[in-house]
């Protein structure tokens, strides 16, 4: 639970910072000014938290049980696909939030010293045979 939620919490602090609008009717990027509602993230797409949530919580299933990798990717890939295919985001807003899942659930695996991933399979832990 901590991998999704953490992901998400960074996507919506990134938002903030990066201030990129979600797609409008206009064919450009266009961000808004720090001097208009400074602390929320309503209507701000960059990254997408639907994708960081769906990717942080896929890693976490990945690195815990490897057997469900393909389809906890699968579909962390279909909700961000979603996202685009809506007209809620930007391609590159679901590239950033995948990233920052993915970079988030490795990252905590790690810092949790859950067993890392080798070649696509789990290393057997140092109390199993």
């Known amino acids: ?16 910072t990066l201030r990129r609008e979600r797609p409008s009717q206009l064919e450009a990027y266009v961000f808004r000014p720090f001097t208009d ?14 994708a960081a949530v769906a990717f942080g919580g896929s890693m ?18 279909g909700c961000a696909l979603t996202r685009v295919a809506s007209g809620a985001h930007y391609p590159t807003d679901i590239y950033l939030g995948a990233l ?6 490795l990252l905590l695996a790690h ?19």
């Open 1 to 16: 639970m901590l991998s999704p939620a953490l992901s998400g919490a960074w996507a919506e602090l990134l938002k903030i």
């Open 37 to 50: 509602r400074p602390w929320s993230s309503s209507g701000l797409g960059l990254p997408s938290s639907h």
């Open 100 to 105: 920052v899942g993915a970079v988030t659930g």
């Open 60 to 77: 976490a299933l990945l690195v815990l049980f490897p057997r469900l990798r393909w389809p906890a990717l699968v579909m962390a890939v």
């Open 111 to 129: 810092w949790l010293k859950i067993p890392s991933l080798r070649f696509g399979h789990a290393q057997p832990s140092p109390n199993q045979p």
